[in-house]
């Protein structure tokens, strides 16, 4: 809930303070170890990015929703091949589909920033997309999702980067949720306060990924909801299965709602033709075993959201926005 990279556009989950740092990385037009280099060069790549994303945004604002689309996909697709987190997706494709060849990673790895590029421009016009919600969205709710949805209840919406993630809140909006947005924090000032404006406007209470858990407590205890997308590595966490190898996943987030009564919802978002959306809702999530010691459930449910994440990557690998390592290095083919 992007870049060259995915970045702080979106959604991410870190529960624990300093358990992840998402996948906002430091520089998006500059390598990192020339800007490292130097403080000045730091600075001076801060302000070339600056004025790069000013002008970005000032242009995807002004071209119709179709047209920004086509040009952030192609420029994404054009320059996201050459850069860094390029061969981080290559890896995870790698290690998901072993079966693959090395040419259809290659063609799905662009694939893969063309649709970086079209989430970029969904964030920037989403305020657009929910005004023309009628012709633009359409919802598909199970019959346990819709009964949840009208009772609004405090829940974690849960969801990954996969398709039009930025897109999938729109659904808690529609049912008049109060929902909190944790976000991975932008390293440039100018960025990050583009950021911030594009979701103070549209409404979202923001909680920043490094914050802890108290924030979140505080805002499920008074009924109000969390949206997080938790389909990237943390630092720390627990090993469980995805894709058939342990990934490092951080089961926190999981964990409190199993401490504050908050219910857990997966949601996703699908790309249609023509500029439109499909956003779908699943039944709340129930633990196999409502008795068991809250880890072990939490293990469990954590392992019920991996197989949603599984199905709809498996189902759209050119649209899993995972540019950040997501399995161990000894899992690396």
């Known amino acids: 809930m992007a870049s060259a990279h995915r970045c702080g556009i979106g959604y991410s989950v870190q529960i624990p303070a300093g358990a992840e740092h998402g996948q906002v990385p430091e520089f998006y037009f500059v390598p990192k170890k020339l800007a490292r280099k130097a403080p000045v060069l730091v600075r001076m790549a801060q302000t070339v990015e600056a004025w790069a994303f000013r002008l970005i945004f000032w242009l995807i604002q002004s071209l119709s929703l179709e047209n920004a689309l086509r040009l952030g996909g192609f420029t994404f697709a054009l320059t996201g091949p050459r850069s860094d987190k390029a061969k981080k997706a290559h890896t995870n494709l790698a290690i998901a589909f072993p079966e693959r060849d090395e040419q ?7 694939q893969i920033f063309r649709h970086l590029g079209y989430s970029t421009v969904e964030l920037i016009k989403l305020e657009q997309i929910w005004a023309q919600r009628e012709q633009r969205v359409e919802y598909v ?8 949805m009208e009772s609004k209840r405090a829940t974690i919406f849960i969801t990954a980067h996969v398709g039009p993630w930025q897109v999938a809140p729109l659904i808690t909006k529609e049912y008049g949720f109060t ?27 923001l909680i920043p990924a490094d914050s802890g858990p108290r924030p979140i407590i505080r805002e499920l205890n008074a009924g109000n909801s969390i949206i997080m997308a938790m389909d990237t590595r943390p630092d720390t966490g627990k090993l469980i299965p995805f894709f058939g190898r342990d990934a490092l996943t951080n089961t926190s987030a999981v964990g409190l709602a199993l401490r504050t009564g908050a219910a857990l ?7 249609l033709p023509n500029a439109r959306y499909r956003i779908t809702v699943y ?7 409502p008795d068991a010691p809250v880890k072990e459930q939490a293990l469990e449910l ?4 991996h197989g949603y994440f ?8 050119e649209q899993w926005i995972c540019l950040k390592r997501r399995w161990p290095k000894a ?3």
Do not use: C
């Not at 259809?104 to 662009?110: A, E, I, M, Y």
């Not at 919802?265 to 790309?271: D, K, P, S, T």
């Open 104 to 110: 259809w990673r290659k063609n799905t790895v662009k």
């Open 141 to 148: 709710l199970e019959p346990g999702a819709r009964a949840h």
């Open 179 to 205: 929902i909190n947005a944790i976000y991975a924090p932008e390293s440039n000032p100018t960025l990050q306060a583009l950021m911030l404006d594009l979701r103070k406007v549209f409404g979202e209470k």
């Open 265 to 271: 919802v997966v949601a996703r978002a699908e790309r």
């Open 283 to 289: 039944d709340p999530l129930v633990s196999a075993d």
């Open 302 to 305: 954590t392992s019920q959201i």
């Open 310 to 317: 599984e199905d709809w990557i498996s189902e759209y690998p």
């Open 331 to 333: 899992h690396k083919l």
